[in-house]
């Protein structure tokens, strides 16, 4: 298995990720499959009261009004029957593919084991991928282990879902970043010259913060050169996608860490 997994963002930034090992992977999806089986069983039980409902309402009609045919009552049942099996059949599909994308990347499962789904070429995770990743679980689940353990001899750490989707499930547990955090926190809000509402916050993808962090972490041993090459390279998309005007020059590295400490306080419940 591989150390880690390395990919540079569209801003030319080094990102490096810890693959998640087996045994994150199996805990998260047991979990996983616990909350599916409890969510399937109380749609399925729901689906069921409405079609006893449903049919007593049938039944009620045909006795007042007539008009029904006999068998036209006896279908209703079946129609609830057949979106019960329909629920079984899709609910894995349905489950794991939205919760990826509303929990940009997570599962109830993976978040509880600090584990999350990128994209190799380090763009944000879409549906597709999304898509391509979960349908392979058809033919990817624990009661085939030769497939459910091609992790193991992956380069990246990935699953045939994964390599079809260009993504990879990767440890989630955020690294200590050498006191950074702690110096960004200190500054107060009112100090700021740039002001980063929850609006702007909410248009930053995860690999954007990722970047600027890893940036600024590395600050003090970058050459001058390549200092100005990656400001120039990352604050022009990323005020392009808050929708902000450029910082000038003698004021990118500035908007990196106010914008990175904004970040912190929105995690840590703080935005002022």
Wanted: hydrophobic share 45%; proline share 6%; with cysteine.
């Amino acid at each position: 298995m591989a150390d880690q997994v390395e990919f540079e963002t569209p801003e030319n930034v080094l990102v490096t990720y810890r693959p998640a090992g087996l045994g994150s992977r199996f805990i998260a999806l047991f979990l996983d499959y616990i909350v599916l089986f409890v969510l399937l069983v109380v749609l399925s039980l729901l689906v069921l009261a409405i079609m006893a409902a449903t049919t007593a309402g049938v039944a009620y009609l045909e006795k007042t009004f007539g008009g029904l045919q006999r068998r036209q009552a006896y279908e209703v049942p079946g129609y609830f029957i057949g979106l019960c099996f329909l629920l079984w059949g899709l609910g894995g599909l349905l489950y794991f593919g939205l919760s990826e994308y509303l929990m940009r990347g997570q599962t109830l499962g993976k978040r509880a084991v600090s584990l999350r789904v990128v994209k190799l070429n380090g763009f944000a995770l879409d549906a597709p991928s999304i898509f391509l990743r979960n349908v392979f679980r058809i033919i990817e689940n624990p009661f085939l282990p030769p497939l459910w353990l091609v992790p193991l001899f992956s380069k990246s750490s990935q699953r045939l879902g994964d390599m079809v989707a260009g993504t990879v499930l990767v440890s989630d547990e955020p690294a200590k970043m050498s006191g950074l955090r702690e110096r960004l926190l200190r500054r107060l809000p009112v100090e700021s010259v740039f002001r980063f509402d929850g609006a702007a916050l909410a248009k930053a993808r995860r690999e954007d913060f990722e970047a600027v962090e890893r940036i600024l972490d590395r600050w003090p041993e970058l050459k001058t050169d390549t200092r100005a090459a990656l400001l120039e390279s990352i604050c022009g998309p990323l005020s392009k996608r808050l929708d902000m005007e450029p910082p000038e020059p003698a004021l990118r590295l500035r908007f990196l860490e106010e914008l990175l400490a904004a970040g912190y306080r929105r995690e840590h419940r703080q935005l002022g």
